[in-house]
């Protein structure tokens, strides 16, 4: 069974920084695409960065170009999120992804199969 756990969130004021993690247990990782996503309460959960199999390609929403660097290690089976010069509005539960389907990646929410549980970013300004 896969498994994606999350990590890294919390509490920090605007300009600040934070790295997130995701490990996956359960597969070979370097079968997967892998997304990161951000939702609020009452809205729809949004692309924030992808990364293709071998960590060469990435797909960055406009609002985080410049800001969030999205990057992997396959021999540590983990996904991370860099995320530099935050804003309030990136404030929001955001959500590692990772698919099995032909492609090099996805930036639907439809196309991944597995999550994690969430983490809460919250910037203060």
């Known amino acids: 069974q896969v498994q994606l756990v999350e990590s890294g969130g919390g509490l920090v004021q605007a300009g600040g920084s934070l790295r997130l993690a995701c490990v996956i247990s359960g597969g070979a990782f370097s079968r997967y695409y892998m997304g990161w996503f951000r939702q609020n309460p009452g809205k729809e959960r949004e692309i924030v960065a992808a990364?293709?199999?071998?960590?060469?390609?990435?797909y960055y929403a406009d609002s985080v170009k410049g800001r969030f660097t999205i990057s992997r290690d396959n021999t540590k089976n983990t996904e991370y999120l860099q995320m530099n010069s935050l804003k309030p509005e990136d404030t929001a539960v955001y959500y590692c992804?990772?698919?099995?389907?032909?492609?090099?990646?996805?930036?639907?929410?439809?196309?991944?199969?597995?999550w994690g549980q969430g983490t809460q970013v919250t910037v203060s300004s």
């Open positions: 992804a990772a698919s099995a389907r032909v492609g090099l990646y996805g930036t639907s929410r439809y196309q991944y199969d597995y």
């Open positions: 990364i293709d199999r071998s960590g060469r390609s990435t």
